[in-house]
């Protein structure tokens, strides 16, 4: 099942229709979720109590016009909804139990988009086992390109994975990333003792290694080896430009390190324009 989280923002709207296709292509059932948190109201010596019944009224009336949207763009999708107390990053890592797949906007009106980018994505993407799609509200043609960025790590993989199945789903293209940096001091002619061939060689030979181990299952998907001497924030937000969907681990060593849930991903999630999907090795 994939579980689309709602609050009635554009972003959110966005990525009901992405969890829709979503969903079409992998024929899996959709449940969508929205989160009811009452905290924020009953802070003080008289809280308002007409207020739980006015965000219940609020959160049915956001699930009716999503499951429409569903309706509309994939008829034949089975599709479910749910209102839900609780955080929106408890009620995510709560419905990712069982869930091939969590699907939310960028950002929005504050039940699951609101903070994204701040406390939702680290402790969603972090903290769950399955993949997460974070999707911005602006529409964008379709490219036909996956991009997935991928290092010297086996921790990569299961991004790697997911890669390749959106790929052969979408009938795309999957481009993979692999930047790579030559330490500091190799900037000193003094130490330096690198033969940059021979440095390129081994990075190039880093993306041919991981893509072997996909490539036998996936013989329909065309592979672009893109290795280049860059930050690896800059190489996957260029990629990003051309993409339907950019694939990153939630942590690694090298090219992709700082656990991508530190300063990669937030760069990453806040400079795409590009649906992110965050797969945690």
């Known amino acids: 099942m994939i579980v689309v989280g709602v609050d009635g923002s554009v972003t959110s709207r966005a990525a009901v229709e992405w969890a829709a296709d979503d969903a079409f292509r992998m024929r899996m059932p959709l449940r969508i979720v929205h989160a009811v948190d009452r905290s924020p109201y009953q ?7 007409a207020v739980p019944d006015m965000l219940l009224r609020a959160g049915r009336r956001i699930l009716r016009e999503a499951e429409a949207l ?31 797949e969590i699907v939310v906007g960028t950002r929005g009106l504050g039940g699951f988009a609101g903070a994204l980018l701040g406390s939702v994505s680290m402790h969603v993407a972090g903290h769950v086992h399955c993949p997460v799609v974070v999707v911005p ?9 996956v991009v997935v960025g991928v290092d010297d790590s086996a921790e990569c ?49 880093v ?19 893109d290795v280049q001497s860059a930050h690896p924030v800059n190489a996957l937000t260029d990629a990003s430009e051309r993409a339907d969907l950019l694939v990153v681990g939630s942590h690694g060593r090298g090219a992709l390190g700082s ?3 530190g300063s990669v ?3 990453v999630l806040h400079h795409t324009r590009c649906p992110v999907a965050v797969v945690r090795a």
């Open 265 to 267: 991903s937030r760069a």
């Open 137 to 145: 509200g602006e529409h964008r043609p379709v490219r036909g390109e």
């Open 157 to 205: 993989e299961p991004a790697l994975a997911y890669a390749f199945e959106q790929a052969k789903l979408r009938a795309g293209t999957l481009r993979v990333v692999h930047a790579w940096q030559l330490p500091v001091h190799a900037f000193a002619p003094e130490i330096s003792s690198y033969d940059m061939d021979e440095v390129r060689t081994a990075q190039h030979q």
């Open 259 to 261: 656990m991508l849930l």
């Open 207 to 225: 993306v041919r290694d991981r893509v072997a181990i996909f490539s036998e299952d996936y013989p329909e998907v065309k592979v672009l080896e």
């Open 70 to 100: 569903v309706h509309e763009r994939r008829p034949t999708v089975e599709v479910t909804s749910q209102d839900v107390e609780g955080s929106p990053a408890a009620v995510l890592r709560e419905q990712a139990e069982g869930a091939v």
């Open 43 to 49: 802070i003080g010596r008289y809280p308002d109590a």
